[in-house]
């Protein structure tokens, strides 16, 4: 139900976009988040943004990483600029109606999840 594309390799500094459309319905009424799990680690809270548009960031990614939405288009992206290697993972994006603030940066509190995408960042 949810599909993440827009992963890559990038060299330290630069910048990516991912996106993850989603067939939730009706989309505008659900909490979107990002997380992503490098190799060896768990998987971690990025960032969220709920149905009336306030976005949440981990410590580690903001003001680099900004997330939005478009329901028009059930989309929510995640631009992510300065990246660093420690950047480096795949990238999920979640879905759930039902969560509240407290429980955003946590992945058991999502019903629906993406596939991943990869995201390197590398020299």
Same mark, same amino acid.
């Given at each position: 139900q949810?599909?993440?594309?827009?992963?890559?390799?990038?060299?330290?500094g630069?910048?990516?976009?991912?996106?993850?459309?989603?067939?939730?319905?009706?989309?505008?009424?659900?909490?979107?988040?990002?997380?992503?799990?490098?190799?060896?680690?768990?998987?971690?809270? @990025? #960032?969220?943004?709920? $149905?009336?548009?306030?976005?949440? =960031?981990?410590?580690?990614?903001?003001?680099?990483?900004?997330? /939005?939405?478009?329901n028009?288009?059930?989309?929510?992206?995640?631009?992510?600029?300065?990246?660093?290697?420690?950047?480096?993972?795949v990238?999920?994006?979640a879905?759930?109606?039902?969560?509240? @603030? #407290?429980?955003?940066? $946590?992945?058991?509190?999502?019903? =629906?999840?993406?596939?991943?995408?990869?995201?390197?960042?590398? /020299?």
């Amino acid at each position: 139900q949810l599909q993440a594309s827009g992963g890559g390799l990038v060299q330290p500094g630069g910048s990516l976009r991912l996106s993850c459309v989603a067939s939730v319905v009706p989309f505008r009424d659900y909490v979107m988040s990002w997380f992503r799990q490098a190799p060896g680690k768990e998987r971690e809270f @990025v #960032s969220a943004i709920n $149905r009336g548009r306030s976005p949440f =960031y981990a410590d580690s990614v903001k003001g680099r990483f900004t997330i /939005s939405r478009d329901n028009a288009k059930n989309t929510v992206y995640l631009q992510m600029n300065s990246l660093k290697p420690e950047d480096t993972a795949v990238y999920y994006c979640a879905a759930d109606r039902q969560a509240i @603030v #407290s429980s955003y940066f $946590r992945a058991e509190t999502y019903d =629906y999840w993406g596939q991943g995408t990869q995201v390197t960042v590398s /020299s």
